[in-house]
């Protein structure tokens, strides 16, 4: 019984850390989105006084400069729900800084259960690990595939990125390369998904590791 408090205020504590972390990260690329936007007017002066000028060469440039500065805080995936949104182009901010290929397809489906708070929960979790697990491998072995919908009757989430060598189950999850205190986090995504009456599983293979779920959807 103590030992399942323990575990539980460390789970707690580890979580609350870990939302905040998630909120200052979606601050910061809404914060950029306000910058662009507050410069906007300069940008299209600059580029008309370019234009007068027949100064071509610079618009194209200045145009190929703007289009990065914008990729990065664009928001690429419109899953339906605005928190999952911020929470999933965030993360995808960061994989895109850290030379991660992404194929990601989102749309939560009418009927899912699962609050704001806990979907964002569990989503932050997994790609966290999909992340870090990324950036232990070359540049030229990354990838992370995401996809969020409708199987059947259910919500279904699956995330699979590259990895390194396969890992051994410990109590039907697997130990963390970066220790006990990241490994939380799978732990926590198991607790969500057993709220919903749902399943959670995770496999791990040589060069890669696959997180699915599945929870009934309201009829």
Not at 84 to 93: E, P, R
Not at 105 to 120: H, R, S, W
Not at 182 to 190: K, N
Request: glycine residues 6%; contains cysteine.
């Amino acid at each position: 019984m103590l030992l399942r408090k323990w575990i539980d205020k460390r789970i707690e504590s580890y979580q609350s850390d870990l939302l905040q972390k998630y909120c200052d990260e979606v601050e910061s690329m809404y914060t950029k989105m306000r910058g662009w936007r507050h410069d906007y007017h300069n940008h299209i002066q600059t580029l008309q006084a370019s234009m007068a000028l027949k100064k071509y060469d610079e618009v194209n440039e200045y145009l190929r400069e703007l289009n990065d500065d914008l990729t990065q805080v664009d928001t690429t995936i419109k899953t339906g729900r605005v928190m999952t949104d911020a929470i999933l182009n965030g993360k995808l901010n960061i994989a895109a800084q850290n030379h991660i290929p992404v194929n990601a397809k989102a749309k939560i489906p009418e009927g899912t259960p699962v609050t704001d708070v806990d979907l964002c929960a569990i989503i932050g979790n997994l790609l966290d690990n999909a992340i870090e697990e990324n950036k232990r491998l070359p540049q030229e072995e990354r990838f992370l595939r995401i996809y969020i919908g409708q199987k059947n009757t259910q919500f279904y989430l699956a995330f699979t990125n590259a990895a390194g060598k396969k890992r051994d189950k410990r109590n039907s999850l697997f130990p963390s390369a970066k220790g006990a205190q990241h490994g939380l986090g799978l732990v926590r995504v198991e607790s969500l998904v057993k709220k919903y009456g749902g399943i959670f599983s995770a496999d791990s293979e040589d060069g890669g590791f696959t997180a699915e779920l599945l929870i009934p959807l309201h009829s």
